[in-house]
């Protein structure tokens, strides 16, 4: 993914975002299905309590969009920037997700990549 662009790729195969990774108080925030499904969560969405949850493996994400509160697996963990949602889609701050589930962050050369946490990038 990058900044500002619908492009995206897992595993080398292209996808169209319905919304570009944008910066929001000095977060990266990406679109939650997408950045969910990619790392093998289940993405569910409770529409009454604004609620959004991952959960793969052992570990379950709650975040409630506009709030910076949010949990794994039942821990809370204050955010510096809530989820929110932009054009109908919910977008979440991707450093936050992609380390809870074990996952490591690296931006190069202005995209924004994510692997698995035991892996040796040299990056």
Do not use: C
């Not at 996808?15 to 969560?41: D, K, S």
């Not at 204050?78 to 490591?104: N, Q, Y």
């Amino acid at each position: 993914m990058k900044l500002d662009s619908t492009s995206a790729a897992v595993d080398e195969q292209a996808y169209t975002l319905e919304v570009a990774p944008f910066t929001l108080e000095g977060r990266t925030m990406v679109p939650i299905r997408f950045i969910g499904e990619a790392l093998g969560a289940k993405v569910d969405w409770n529409a009454e309590a604004r609620r959004v949850t991952l959960t793969k493996d052992d570990i379950k994400i709650e975040l409630v969009i506009d709030q910076k509160d949010a949990y794994v697996n039942g821990a809370l963990h204050v955010l510096d920037s809530p989820a929110v949602i932009r054009e109908g889609i919910t977008l979440v701050p991707v450093r936050f997700v992609s380390e809870s589930m074990k996952m490591k962050v690296f931006f190069d050369d202005g995209e924004i990549v994510i692997t698995d946490a035991k892996e040796q990038t040299g990056k």
